[in-house]
């Protein structure tokens, strides 16, 4: 093989893997970016989870959650639309906020979370996994992709899905990749640190991938993988054929304030802010690995400088 050739495969093979090196060093920075008192002002401040609030059917504060979901996801730089659907005889409203892709914008990777309560508070069910979405499009928004990715806030999820189903019918010959439904994340059990990943068999790729993400980023938690558990918004997409999944508290089965007024940041000892956040690294984590971050241009730049450098040194120690 001529030596150009042979030094071109090096290039390439060099360049790869330092990319490849950029991008994972990158997207650690970008999970570092994921901030604790930011999910905390959202569901302390944005996301009425106080004692005395109401974000279930006819809730006073319903649509001033879903006011203050719409100018997060604007304010992030989304594209942010209402997208209507109906229920009972009412239209109601899934929040959505998308940041397109630049070469596989067509390829969409989805986190979601419902907003409605059933006439409580609703801190851990569900405003704890609204945070999370929030902050997970706070931190992903200031980057560049290869795939898109959509942030959408659900209505209705607590009546029966009705919103998640509504997006998931209208979006079936939609190339979905994956679905997450973060549906209370901040009910941390006794401390134990544990996460459970819900999904149908053909979702097996996407719960190890969230699994693995969890270990990378997650800051100690760990996860524990189980099989269909049609309870949340993830389901609706699985009925289309798409891999999702939920992303839930290990420790709900234990959670006494579940569907109670209880359920609220007032709570004394109730919403763990840390392992809600935790849980929101490691979903930014996959996230920006899976849709592939694309390494801005001085970056770029100073990678292939150097290995161009190697190259005519390797060159020049030849001769």
């Known amino acids: 093989m001529r030596r150009q050739a042979k030094l071109w495969i090096l290039f390439v093979t060099l360049w790869t893997c330092a990319l490849a090196e950029t991008r994972a060093?990158?997207?650690?920075?970008?999970?570092?970016?994921?901030?604790?008192?930011?999910?905390?002002?959202?569901?302390?401040?944005?996301?009425?989870?106080?004692?005395?609030?109401?974000?279930?059917?006819?809730?006073?504060?319903?649509?001033?959650?879903?006011?203050?979901?719409?100018?997060?996801?604007?304010?992030?730089?989304?594209?942010?639309?209402?997208?209507?659907?109906?229920?009972?005889?009412?239209t109601y409203y899934n929040v959505v906020g998308v940041l397109p892709g630049t070469s596989r914008a067509s390829q969409f990777y989805i986190v979601g979370a419902h907003y409605d309560s059933v006439g409580n508070p609703g801190a851990d069910d569900n405003a704890s996994g609204v945070a999370g979405v929030?902050?997970?499009?706070?931190?992903?928004?200031?980057?560049?992709?290869?795939?898109?990715?959509?942030?959408i806030a659900f209505d209705r999820e607590e009546q029966g899905l009705f919103g998640s189903?509504?997006?998931?019918?209208?979006?079936?010959?939609?190339?979905?990749?994956?679905?997450?439904?973060?549906?209370?994340i901040g009910y941390n059990h006794l401390g134990g640190n544990t996460a459970s990943i819900y999904g149908r068999a053909a979702a097996l790729p996407l719960k190890q991938a969230l699994a693995d993400a969890i270990a990378a980023y997650g800051e100690g938690l760990t996860a524990s993988i189980f099989g269909q558990w049609d309870v949340s918004d993830h389901a609706p997409f699985g009925w289309q054929g798409f891999h999702a999944?939920?992303?839930?508290?290990?420790?709900?089965?234990?959670?006494?304030?579940?569907?109670?007024?209880?359920?609220?940041?007032?709570?004394?000892?109730?919403?763990?802010y840390q392992f809600a956040t935790r849980i929101t690294r490691s979903t930014v984590g996959y996230l920006a690995t899976v849709a592939v971050l694309v390494p801005e241009p001085v970056a770029a730049a100073l990678f292939g400088s150097g290995l161009v450098w190697l190259i005519l040194l390797r060159r020049t120690r030849r001769r």
């Open 134 to 151: 929030l902050e997970a499009a706070r931190v992903l928004s200031q980057y560049e992709f290869e795939a898109s990715l959509v942030f």
């Open 25 to 90: 060093g990158l997207v650690s920075d970008i999970v570092n970016q994921v901030s604790q008192s930011s999910y905390q002002f959202y569901l302390d401040n944005l996301l009425y989870a106080h004692n005395g609030d109401n974000r279930g059917l006819g809730g006073a504060q319903h649509d001033l959650a879903q006011a203050n979901i719409y100018n997060q996801f604007v304010s992030y730089g989304l594209q942010t639309s209402l997208d209507p659907f109906p229920y009972n005889g009412n």
């Open 245 to 272: 999944c939920l992303l839930i508290e290990g420790g709900w089965a234990h959670n006494t304030n579940y569907h109670k007024l209880t359920d609220s940041v007032d709570t004394p000892g109730f919403i763990d």
């Open 165 to 184: 189903q509504d997006y998931a019918s209208e979006h079936w010959s939609d190339d979905i990749r994956a679905m997450i439904s973060l549906d209370m």
